[in-house]
């Protein structure tokens, strides 16, 4: 095989079209031009991060510089993203990050839509070692003049990250990655400026009667939003350089999407300032009958001179999306808003890069597309924040250049706005509902010429539904949960010749009955009987079975287009492993993921990205809380110590109040665990105190690299009940 030797630059372009070579194509030829976006205003462009700009007019070593202020500084200003107001600064100047001192030669042309031009005669910045600084009247604001699009925003956003560069780096992390990005074999060459570019895809409004100090303050609270820039600046500080030619990652995945979000409603009046629980899950797109359809997956292809002198890869994705969601009033007022209201809505990334670390890790700054649906007879925009990747990649076989498998989960916020048709843009208007989400975020291997028989045997299974139980009419039934999450981890049993599944979990349940209350159920054994055959994919007009998979309960339909009973999942090629989409299930919607059973015994010593959701219920409370790049370190045989480092958002049904994302990252709140291998790739993680227990329990795989668990955590008072994964850090 062709060593996957890295870190190898990955360039990622996506698009909204699906994951087909056409997609590749176009991301070759893709020239980094957004069309009519803009930076700045009240526009709302489709297909875009929703931060960015056209290059359109710019010469290689040009920028455009917008300035935006908050609304105290310029009430007048024309109205732009996030409350600010967009101004013309009354004077720019540049200079070295660290010291002020220095001039750096620049050509500055104010233009007259607000923006200015600024040239820069020995070379356009690519690094943190230039800064520009813009006055309007007493506010005055700085920005890196690196940015991926060559769009520079000076704002509060530009503002906060400038001084986390000052404060967190020294002379000498800004000089090593400045020549990082003069050398053509450096693979961190595009972090810095695709870092200084995407902290204004946050979709974070600035209170109208804010100061800049109060303005900075609430930016440093928004704990995805520091994370992320935390994430992003030790990214750019990997300084690998690639060494003769660059390794070739090849391949075409089948995705199984779950997310969970908490949030708030404002669209609809009777149920203004509600909080929800919402899930998405992943669904293929009928574009015409038995011709091309769009599934949520993601492709892999080699481009050369993305970035001068590298050879890079194009990773391409696009999740078709359903949603259902469960508001909840103060008062115990439940209504559910299920997938048949929601249009199809699609989870995709725009342009990025990324990282191959020891073969074993994929990582990057990934900016989500804004999409527009018609729900509520209204046109609807929505935003999605950008996110830190950290996914696990596995090793090729060795007759192959593909890895069989990406995991990650990650976490992102958005909103949905109300937008008004003017000719052929749109405008932003009301705010109908703020978001958060958790994804995890599965990709297996697709191949042509998938046959059942690859799907046989025992295998360990976790998974995590959640179901909602009230109606439209805000109506609940016979004291019955309106709101129920289950998990459970057992095994499959799988008979390929007929396609029947033996199915033996132990489940845990967590549900909020229509009086508010909140139970429990732990630990119930339960077997029962699943059914699973092919469903194939229409790709280029023609109709192939490359690892997608019906999974039924009492039946299988004979349309194997159909919906299933259980849900749609997809297989690994050599059937060692399987992610589900639960869909309209018995118990709802959810994840379910399953791999062979083995002999090998648990690892015992190494340290692995702990990521995933968790979902907390108290009597007045609703927690999501997501598991943001934790690590998890094996000592030994029997011990285990976990750093928890969480993404925290909390719903006061009583307040009628959602609280933006605060990050849970304190070395003294690491948690000494029992580890236990129970046989048969099975294992668990526990920790018990005074105010309850916290237990993992699920599989690892035979490379000892993946665990896939759910969790159950009774402390401090509060019930909480998820699904998590660990892969290793190298």
Known sequence: MRSLSGPALLSALLFLGGCTSDAIDAAKKDTNDFGGASSGGEGFTPGTPGGGGTTSGLGPNEIRLTMEVLETAAPDAESSRRNLRLVQPESISVYATTDNSVSVPAEITYNDDLSATIAFPGGLPLGPDTLIEARFGDEVYRSMAADADQNVQVNPFSEFLVRQTIAKYSVFDIQAITDCTEQDDCTG????SSLADQIHDFEIDIPSTASKETALSLLGARGDFTSYIDD??????????SSGELAVLEGNYNSVFFGVELGQTFLESNLSNAGFWGVRTGQEKVLSPKEDHVYPGLSFASVSDLLPGLNSTVLSSDIPYSRELLTHQAGNTF????????ELNNHASAVGSASLINDIRLTAGRALFQTVTNNFSRNIGWTRNPYYMDAFISEPPADSNTPDRIVSSYFTAGKAIALELEGENYKRRDILENHFLSVIDINVERQPGFELSSVNGTYNIVYASQRQGSSSSCQTFDNQPVMEVETGSGIWTVNSGNGSINESVATSALARLPSGTVQSENTTSVTRSRLVN???SYRNNAVLYDGRLNFGISHLLTDELAKPQLGVGASTPDG???????????????LLIASSQHAIPAPTNGRYRLQGVSLGMSEDTNVLRHMNHATLTINSASSATLDPRILEVTHSVSGSTVSSPSLVDSL???VTLVYADAGNGQASFSYTDTTGELTLEGFFTPDQNQFYLRLRDTRNGEENIGLVLATRIP
């Open 189 to 192: 060459k595009a972090a810095w």
């Open 232 to 241: 992003m600046m030790q990214y750019a500080l990997s300084l690998d350089t």
């Open 335 to 342: 209504c559910l808003r299920d997938n048949s209201i929601w």
């Open 534 to 536: 092919r469903r194939p």
């Open 576 to 590: 060692s492993f399987m992610a589900v989409n639960m869909n309209d299930s018995p118990g709802g919607d959810g």
């Open 668 to 670: 003294g709140d690491s």
